[in-house]
């Protein structure tokens, strides 16, 4: 384990349902990150969180919508998604001091899939 | 906006091969690189990291990679490689302006013993 923690590891779902993805990670770091990893393209960085606050949105289209209810738990809630939005969802979490982020450390992973 | 480059996407090599990666970075400002590895089904690792300081920077599993500003890059390398390095690995560059973590594509390493 890295101390991020990720749910579930896999996760199939239909074009209409609703699902969300969990992550949670319990090393006193203040920021938290959603990564989308498809074949063959960069780590793509979708959502970034400092101290709860979201400070960056990638041009995720609406159909992610991510929630940060406190410093060490970050959601994926998602609806209404396209077969190409099938990938390994990562969730990252880093210290930040001042802008210079400390390492980080990222979980394993939810391997999702849309049928 | 910074930008990541890993020309070498598929290396094959056998056991006790010299290793290097290229890594190349676009200019914007202050850089602080990394280098991850992802095994087969595991999650991302960090392997080493640079901020300042001496540019031939040391990481974990006898790599090391070498900071040349000059030419904007950033290469892993390993004397003699082991079939355990079997992975994915990636470069990263982290954007000090926009407080962003920016991969490379990935460079998959096959070791054959």
């Known amino acids: 384990e890295t101390g991020v923690t990720q749910t579930p590891r896999h996760l199939v779902m239909g074009m209409t349902n609703k699902k969300s993805l969990k992550c949670e990670q319990h090393?006193?770091?203040?920021?938290m990150y959603w990564y989308k990893q498809s074949a063959k393209k960069p780590l793509e960085l979708m959502f970034v969180?400092?101290?709860?606050?979201?400070?960056e949105n990638n041009s995720v289209p609406s159909r992610f919508s991510p929630e940060c209810p406190n410093s060490s738990h970050l959601f994926l809630h998602l609806h209404t998604l396209q077969p190409e939005d099938s990938a390994l969802y990562l969730c990252?979490?880093?210290?930040?001091?001042?802008?210079?982020?400390?390492?980080?450390?990222f979980g394993s992973g939810t391997r999702l899939t849309v049928v | 906006a910074q930008s990541v480059s890993q020309h070498n996407h598929h290396v094959i090599l056998s056991e006790a091969a010299s290793l290097e990666l290229g890594c190349n970075y676009s200019?914007?400002?202050?850089?602080?690189l990394f280098w991850y590895v992802q095994y087969p089904g595991q999650h991302l690792q960090l392997l080493l990291k640079?901020?300042?300081?001496?540019?031939l920077v040391k990481g974990i599993k006898g790599f090391e990679a070498e900071f040349i500003k000059s030419k904007f890059s950033f290469n892993l390398r390993k004397p003699s490689v082991q079939w355990s390095d079997t992975a994915e690995y990636f470069c990263?560059?982290?954007?000090?302006?926009?407080?962003?973590?920016?991969f490379g594509t990935g460079t998959r390493l096959q070791v054959f013993p």
């Open positions: 200019y914007g400002g202050t850089v602080n």
């Open positions: 969180y400092n101290f709860k606050e979201q400070t």
């Open positions: 090393l006193g770091h203040n920021a």
């Open positions: 640079y901020f300042s300081g001496d540019p």
């Open positions: 990263a560059v982290h954007d000090d302006n926009t407080d962003k973590l920016i």
């Open positions: 990252a979490s880093s210290q930040n001091r001042g802008v210079r982020p400390i390492g980080y450390t």
